[in-house]
């Protein structure tokens, strides 16, 4: 076999390793644009999990790394005047010169042939049966062919400058310093004695107020000194082709054509906040090399290569993506008590949660629940401090929940004639008996012409009104739970299928007439809405103030307005479902105007001292919807009519929409509206447990939680949650309490036992027996 590696970084160099190692009668060649030692940057960084991968892989050559590198177990963030130090996360740092010298001598060994100084193109290896393109992250070979291997290219707004220092380090360290420019971050560790990396970034404001886009390496590093002076100690900033970049967030459709496969950053890069970039490229080598140590011909290698690798590459982009979105943004927390802003810091890649820093740093998570519990009494809420985030109370206007844990929205679609029967009584009386501070109904509708399908609930009428009534005098009665009732039209989105009958899809008789902003269908073939005069807008103002009048008498805690999914306020916010030309279209003051004039008639009906919320699609994923500026103008006009809390959802406004999917993957929405618009948030979208919860609002990014799957399968979610964490207090109806004291018991000691095993579960300590400890720094 003939094997041409483009590019000798450590990507391509590694899988050069695992091939010649396996298929020693392999002619495997290496050619580098530069000389063998060149290197532009300065240090890298693994975790233990890291090399638990790399030890598997080719136990030489790390050995070799690791008796090569310096190794820590801390993680110290230097903010606001505070210095937070979080251990049990091991990691090494190795110089990048040493890297690719440690990687071209085993190559040597296993006669791996390397040439340098040498621009390759795939034409120069007629007879190659592979040629690895590992050209990096400007790859000309995956520019050549664009077209084929269709790369995104996400050019990032902060600007960054990779710089060097020879103060020591004894942890994997973050300052962040408030300057009059703006705010400046450094993303700092020792990679070898007497030399570390400094990764500076900022803002693109703040690189602008500071002038430093006209200046020069040498003039960047001094300013730059005198920023971070307190914490270099006395150190300058080195430089190596230093300039200021913005990051590329690249992906890749295709990683293969013919018999050439992108490697590493020349088929998707990782943002450096979380140190994936070299991690992502070698194990892309060992996935390559184990997708011919499985057998056949090339194609087939590379096909199973791509189809098995594709999944662990976007995970780790997507954590990575997560991650620079924070520093982006970090302005944005700034204003957060430093333990609360330490641990945002910690949990911002979605990687590490509230458990899991539990397990390695148990004083830095019980001082994040100090804090969170020390701002709810500052509001004059009966917080304890021997509790998670997610066992705090929380209030709205006169309404006090024992928790923050939230029954999401959820349609049934079994209602008869609009009417909620026994099927409802169940499932709410069971989520509300399960332990749950707040539970949300389904969308209930204003009018017949308002719902969704023939099995929606509604609110129009004296039965519906009983049916209702009695469902809220159980909760009341036999829990400490709070019941909210949301009210939304369909619009457009009406007069269609039971949701497992066809979902979204258009009733074939026996529907109604369907309206909206304006006459666009919500599928090619769905029926087009009247667009909606001012008689209309009228006629359902009304009906929503008579289901709120309704809503009252029935005995509801809260009221919430649906503004979401393309429902028909919806259709009015966005401008892919708003084409007016009138007073109610075109900039979002006018197209926030017929919602907001149905939220002022609510908020008027509804008892003063009961809350409202508003649930928003906060994005429409589609290009041409709704903007960030949009989203906050609408959260903060609804919170100055009076909205007491925004339920942060996203998309589903129309049929085409592209969301990118996730865990937790609406929260920075949330986030968003909470710390930029000032407006109290519940988020939702992916959430799936206690821990998930518990990381949401300890890192401030919501106030309330709403999880819809998981009470669909399990209505004592929260009680288990309590239970877990060794919260013996949350309610419970008399008729259970032996099972909640055997819960209680159990859960006991089945959290000794799953601590027993994570611990076992965690990636060995690599540093080598008997390595001196790296130089503590200075305080």
């Excluded at 619009?491 to 009958?501: C, D, H, Q, S, Y």
């Excluded at 909205?643 to 968003?672: C, I, K, N």
């Excluded at 949401?696 to 239970?723: E, K, S, W, Y």
Aim: with cysteine.
């Amino acid at each position: 076999m003939r094997i041409a590696v483009i590019g000798g970084g450590p990507a391509g160099l590694y899988f050069a390793i695992l091939m010649r190692r396996d298929f020693p009668a392999a002619r495997i060649s290496v050619v580098e644009r530069n000389q063998p030692d060149d290197t532009f940057g300065f240090g890298v960084v693994f975790s233990d999990a890291t090399l638990d991968i790399f030890q598997q892989a080719d136990e030489p050559s790390y050995r070799a790394i690791t008796h090569s590198f310096a190794y820590w177990d801390d993680i110290e963030i230097h903010a606001k005047g505070h210095v937070h130090r979080i251990g049990g996360n091991g990691f090494c740092g190795c110089s990048r010169r040493t890297l690719l010298l440690l990687l071209q001598e085993r190559a040597r060994a296993l006669g791996v042939e390397l040439e340098f100084r040498r621009e390759a193109t795939p034409e120069d290896f007629p007879d190659a049966d592979l040629i690895v393109a590992a050209d990096g992250i400007n790859s000309p070979i995956r520019e050549r062919w664009r077209d084929h291997f269709r790369p995104e290219v996400d050019l990032r707004p902060n600007r960054f400058a990779w710089m060097g220092s020879t103060r020591p380090f004894d942890a994997f360290t973050f300052f962040f310093r408030e300057r009059p420019e703006g705010i400046f971050i450094a993303h700092c560790y020792q990679y070898e004695a007497g030399a570390s990396t400094w990764v500076l970034e900022t803002d693109p404001e703040t690189f602008a107020r500071a002038g430093l886009d006209g200046m020069g390496e040498a003039e960047s590093a001094r300013f730059l000194e005198g920023v971070f002076a307190e914490d270099l100690q006395g150190h300058r900033l080195i430089t190596n082709r230093s300039n200021w970049r913005r990051f590329p967030a690249i992906r890749c459709a295709s990683w293969v054509k013919d018999n050439i496969v992108l490697l590493g950053d020349a088929k998707a890069s990782a943002h450096f906040s979380i140190g994936s970039g070299t991690k992502l490229a070698m194990e892309d080598a060992i996935a390559l090399h184990q997708a011919f140590r499985a057998g056949g011909d090339v194609a087939t290698c590379l096909r199973r290569f791509e189809t098995a690798r594709r999944e662990d590459v976007e995970k780790t982009q997507h954590a990575a993506d997560v991650s620079l979105v924070w520093f982006e943004h970090v302005k944005r927390f700034w204003h957060f008590q430093p333990t609360k802003f330490a641990f945002g810091v910690m949990t911002r890649s979605k990687a590490i949660t509230w458990d899991n820093l539990q397990l390695r740093a148990p004083d830095f998570v019980r001082q994040a629940q100090q804090v969170f519990a020390e701002e709810a009494r500052a509001k004059g809420l009966p917080a304890r401090d021997d509790r998670p985030p997610m066992f705090q109370p929380f209030a709205l206007r006169g309404m006090q929940l024992a928790n923050r844990v939230v029954v999401s929205p959820m349609d049934m679609y079994s209602a008869t004639e609009g009417a909620p029967g026994d099927f409802h009584f169940q499932h709410y009386a069971s989520r509300a008996l399960g332990g749950a501070g707040l539970v949300f109904t389904e969308m209930t509708c204003t009018s017949p012409e308002a719902r969704i399908t023939e099995g929606c609930t509604g609110l129009w009428n004296e039965a519906q009104e009983t049916a209702w009534t009695r469902i809220v005098d159980f909760v009341h009665r036999h829990s400490a739970a709070k019941i909210c009732l949301q009210l939304g039209h369909a619009g457009r989105k009406g007069a269609t299928k039971l949701m497992w009958e066809g979902i979204d899809q258009p009733l074939p008789e026996g529907g109604w007439p369907v309206i909206s902003a304006s006459p666009i269908p919500y599928l090619p073939h769905s029926p087009v809405p009247r667009e909606m005069t001012r008689a209309d807008m009228d006629s359902v103002r009304e009906e929503f103030v008579a289901a709120a009048h309704r809503a009252t008498r029935c005995g509801f805690d809260m009221l919430e307005l649906h503004c979401a999914h393309g429902y028909l306020l919806a259709s009015f916010l966005s401008p892919l479902t708003n084409t007016r030309s009138d007073e109610y279209g075109g900039s979002i003051g006018n197209r926030l105007r017929y919602p907001l004039e149905v939220f002022n008639a609510m908020r008027a009906a509804w008892p003063a001292e009961k809350p409202m919320s508003v649930r928003i699609s906060a994005t429409d994923w589609k290009e041409g919807g709704l903007c960030e500026a949009d989203c906050l103008a609408i959260a903060r006009a609804f919170a100055a009519a009076g909205a007491d809390l925004l339920d942060v959802s996203t998309g589903q406004t129309v049929h085409d929409a592209e969301p990118v999917y996730g865990r937790m993957f609406q929260v920075p929405w949330s986030d968003m509206i909470r710390n930029e618009g000032g407006v109290a948030t519940m988020c939702v979208g992916n959430i799936t447990s206690a821990d998930q919860v518990n990381t949401i609002l300890g890192a401030g990014r919501a106030d309330l939680v709403a999880l819809a799957r998981p009470h669909l399968t399990n209505p004592f979610f929260t009680m288990q949650a309590a239970a877990q964490y060794g919260v013996r207090d949350i309610a419970c109806p008399p008729q259970y309490l032996w099972g909640k004291d055997a819960l209680m018991r159990n859960a006991a000691r089945e959290q000794a036992d799953l601590r027993e095993l994570r611990l076992k579960a965690r990636p060995q300590s690599h540093k080598p027996a008997g390595a001196e400890e790296l130089p503590r720094a200075a305080e």
